[in-house]
């Protein structure tokens, strides 16, 4: 094993954790890492890494929702873990959109859209969309204030949204916040709920990586993968805490500069590497 492999994979690690949550695209940034630091690796293993590492920040929403998303608790009266067998039932029709669209186009979406330019143009297209949505809320009064209300209706709607984070760069926390918050949910329900449709996701679309790839991991490549998710998993802990203590007092405006800013700069770095070079 290679001791600059381990720091370029802390490092994807350290942006996946932060980025995963965050309305601000975690594969786009990877992507942009991975252009910037080059993961010594196979184009296919790195197209699976850069998915299967979501995993570790995947089980921080398991960690830290445990006992709210669990409706076997003991500690759970009868009337509660309905309730929570009631939310995985929207969780999962959430899902179904992207899951059904997702196996069917991902090779395209591999071949013609993980690109700079791609993600460039989808960090500012959403940073734009962010402001717009975030002025319209300014004095508005969401209808729906907690994951609890989300009826079966909006949940499928925002797993349509969700379809668009299919588009490196879109950020699958962002279109499905966006989507929440303009179907009338509150921040916190839009994030919450957000969290919450990534178990099923990540946990299907890394596992359909895995499959495609082929199981055909060296032993420097599973300590990689599996360094990453650690690295992913602690990060994402603080992410999501730091989200949801940050949206209980701002909107997500900061959010849509920061997106338009990183894009810019995305897209002055291509424009000027295919000039140089």
Same mark, same amino acid.
């Given at each position: 094993m290679?001791?600059?492999?381990?720091? +370029?994979v802390i490092v994807l690690g350290i942006v996946e954790g932060f980025t995963e949550w965050l309305p601000i695209s975690s594969t786009g940034h990877m992507i942009l890492v991975d252009e910037i630091i080059h993961l010594n690796q196979p184009d296919s293993y790195?197209?699976?890494f850069l998915v299967v590492i979501q995993l570790g920040a995947i089980l921080a929403v398991v960690v830290l929702y445990f006992d709210r998303l669990n409706p076997f608790s003991p500690r759970k009266k009868a009337a509660q873990k309905k309730a929570t067998f009631i939310l995985w039932s929207k969780i999962i029709l959430a899902c179904l959109p992207a899951a059904v669209i997702g196996i069917l186009v991902d090779d395209i979406l591999d071949k013609y859209l993980m690109n700079g330019y791609v993600v460039a143009a989808t960090l500012i297209i959403y940073g734009v969309l962010f402001l717009v949505i975030e002025n319209r809320n +300014?004095?508005?009064?969401f209808e729906v204030q907690k994951v609890g209300e989300i009826s079966y209706q909006t949940?499928?709607?925002?797993?349509?949204f969700q379809l668009l984070s299919l588009i490196p760069g879109t950020s699958r926390s962002g279109s499905t916040i966006l989507g929440a918050m303009i179907l009338g949910c509150s921040r916190a329900a839009s994030a919450e709920f957000s969290f919450f449709l990534g178990i099923p996701v990540m946990f299907g679309a890394s596992l359909l990586k895995i499959v495609k790839f082929g199981f055909n991991f060296s032993g420097a490549q599973i300590f990689y993968l599996i360094l990453g998710m650690v690295v992913a998993f602690a990060v994402s802990v603080y992410a999501i805490k730091f989200l949801m203590g940050y949206i209980r007092q701002h909107d997500f405006k900061f959010f849509g500069y920061y997106r338009i800013a990183l894009g810019a700069i995305v897209l002055l770095y291509f424009c000027v590497t295919a000039f140089l070079g």
């Open positions: 290679n001791i600059i492999e381990i720091l +370029k790195k197209n699976m +300014k004095y508005r009064n949940a499928l709607y925002i797993g349509l």
